[in-house]
């Protein structure tokens, strides 16, 4: 019965005992299908490893989109790697590698949006100048809204 977030909705966890393993999103529930429903462990590294695998498409897709819409930048193509970090949704290394936060899949689609263009725009300029605040302005006009919605999340 507990609730959890996708995209930024909230579904409620639904756990069915079966022997063949599963997860999918049915209507307003996540739906776990495992040998072993009473089994905490067992559900939560089920559930982890869904939210990875839709944030690893998930992430891929926005940043080939994003990378697409940046083109006349002439960004360098970026490395993506998924990272759990306790206090950030993403991070760009100096040498042009992506890391996300795979807790993102929990925020909306235009709150990840934000993030994956914000750290794009940190391949042309590694730190928060005024010329990346008028890059990030210039490729995402509503970029301090969806900021604050995601700010707003508790995830």
Not at 25 to 43: C, D, H, M, W, Y
Not at 46 to 54: I, N, V
Not at 68 to 90: D, E, F
Not at 98 to 113: G, T, Y
Request: include cysteine; aromatic fraction near 8%.
């Amino acid at each position: 019965g507990e609730t959890h977030r996708y995209l930024g909705r909230q579904y409620r966890l639904k756990v069915i005992q079966s022997e063949q393993a599963s997860v999918k999103l049915r209507g307003a529930f996540i739906e776990i299908q495992t040998s072993e429903p009473k089994n905490k462990k067992t559900v939560k590294k089920a559930l982890d490893q869904w939210y990875r695998q839709h944030a690893d498409a998930r992430f891929s897709k926005q940043l080939d989109r994003a990378f697409a819409h940046l083109s006349a930048y002439n960004l360098p193509t970026p490395t993506v790697r998924l990272l759990k970090m306790p206090k950030r949704w993403g991070s760009c290394t100096p040498k042009g590698e992506i890391i996300l936060n795979p807790e993102l899949i929990k925020a909306p689609s235009m709150c990840i949006e934000y993030v994956i263009t914000h750290e794009l725009c940190h391949l042309r300029h590694p730190n928060h100048s005024n010329a990346f605040f008028q890059m990030l302005d210039a490729v995402l006009p509503d970029w301090r809204k969806r900021k604050a919605r995601l700010e707003q999340l508790e995830i």
